[in-house]
């Protein structure tokens, strides 16, 4: 941490703006915040629990949703803001006025529908919703790429999305449009499911990321151009938030900024002997993060939507997208105040200001008090060379369930450490096997693309893959651009992703949860797979730098799947490959109507205004 950062964050925890400057319409980051229920009891209870005798060690999310006839409404307003939640004055696109956006909350087995009205104006611009890790199954035409599932939403137009809470836990949903995300069209997603750890208090999202000053079109303009500057086109952020607040040193801004030093930090109430369930989620553009909370253990329940054998530890990592759920039994007698730690990994990342600063205040303390806690060695440890830009480590200090505890090697690997809490096994014989290499490539005009197999991606709003293929119009492999894998009626897909670069890669998934079977150094041996009966499960792992990652899922899903790194600068590099899945299946969909009224409404608005797509798209 520098010095001013230690020093100037401690000394101001009575912030200089209103929380309207700061966030918005939004309570995120202040005592106001609501805690959160175990369930939503606006629905039938059957045996007491909306999805009635499910558990998480008997139900398996991946082949069963239950049925509850509830839907939960909301409605987005996307516009352009101006906001300062870190002190520093800038220009936004914000959900409801909100920063960070307002949070979805639905029970496991009820729809969420969603009406999104596109206000972006000065200058407009498309959108559209993507809601992470919802499989999408049934409504692929709901999953909200543009040029994959949908076009984009006109200016001045709205769209409904209407889709299943098929699987539980804490996500987040974000636009897919660009990289309009990160200048703030995100928020929270949680789906309440059954426990498999007693708490009392559901503290709710902590959400975690790096943070630009700049408008995300002009860092687009560095990362698509032909600067051979690598400090051009690997962006650098400015500060590292939680709850959408930190403070800035605002000497590192210009001269002409509005920039006020002493912006807030978020604060969080914790009881005494109380145990506290924290959603963590990465939403930031690019920076893998270490999360700690001084002078506490952690113990950690759930991985993305998978829940997991608990196990302590006293950091989390997590790449730009990953979720983890943890549980913290607060002391008895605890101080008055602890700091709360999101540090951007410079191993892995490059920002202006690597720590995010949170205060956990217990009940009854001055709500300024000053926490004059130390960071724990074992979270000092989390940004070393041989933990280097990957999902290892959690620095786990040792298993909590199952007799006999099981011991790890140092460092340890995490693939070991995190166990499916209901198990299934892989199938070490897959219908197919796809293996692609990474790299960075630098074209003829000068411009840097990733490229897979030595193609890159770019977008055609205008003609989404998923309508073409229900159209049973295969064109599209004609156009290399659109970076088009078909697996047809193969069963199951194993991807094996060799990463030649020195960059590493958060890989995420749409419309399914994949098994990583294997991540390691080096290009994949071909035969290595980590605990085959019982492999980790998620939507978004690390590809380390020169190393391997290998997934594998059952294509029980017809759709078109984007597979992408989740850095918002990457994807729009092109680093994106799009899964056609079951492709005689999607000519039998029943595609509302509204998806082909919205190309025709895109399509409209294009003839008569320039779309300056400068990068992949998506």
Known sequence: MRGWESTTNALRLLSALSQRSTNGLSSWGTLDSPTYPQFLTSNPLPNGLPWGLEGASNSNALSHTPVTNVTRYYEFTVARGVLSPDGFEKSGIFVNGQFPGPAIQANWGDWIEVTVNNNITNPEEGTTIHWHGIRQKGTAWYDGVPSVSQCPISPGASFTYRFQADMYGTSWWHSHFSAQYTAGVFGP??????NHVHYDIDVGPVILGDYYHRDYFSVLEDVAGPSQDFNVYVPSSDN????????????????????????????FKFYPGKTHRLRLMNTGAAALVHFSIDGHKMLVIANDF?????????????????????????????KRAYWMRSTISLNCSVTRTTQGLGVILYNHSDTNVIPTTNLSNAAAAANRKDNLCKNVGSHLMFPTVNPGPRTFPTPMDDLLQTIPYYPMAADIQPSTTETIEIDLFTNETGHHVWIMNN??????????????????????????????????TN???????NNKYQSAHPMHIHGHNFFVLSEGDGYWDGHSITNPSNPLRRDVHMLRRYGHLVIQFTADNPGVWSYHCHIAWHASMGYTLNILERPAELTDMKIPEVMRETCVAWDAWTKTHVVDQIDAGI
């Open 306 to 334: 998978t829940p997991l054998e608990p196990y302590e530890a006293e950091s989390i990592t997590l790449g730009a997208s990953q979720r983890t759920d943890i549980v913290i039994k607060a002391p008895d007698n605890p």
């Open 455 to 488: 193609q890159t991606q770019r977008a055609d709003y205008n003609a989404p893959i998923l309508l073409l293929a229900n159209e049973r119009n295969y064109s599209y492999p004609l156009d290399p651009e659109w970076n088009v894998y078909n697996f047809g």
């Open 240 to 267: 590292s938030l939680i709850n959408g607040k930190n403070n800035y040193n605002c000497s590192m801004a210009s001269s002409n900024a509005t920039c006020n030093p002493n912006a807030g930090l978020s604060k």
């Open 491 to 497: 069963n199951t897909v194993r991807i094996v992703m």
């Open 189 to 194: 997603m949680i789906i309440y499911g059954p």
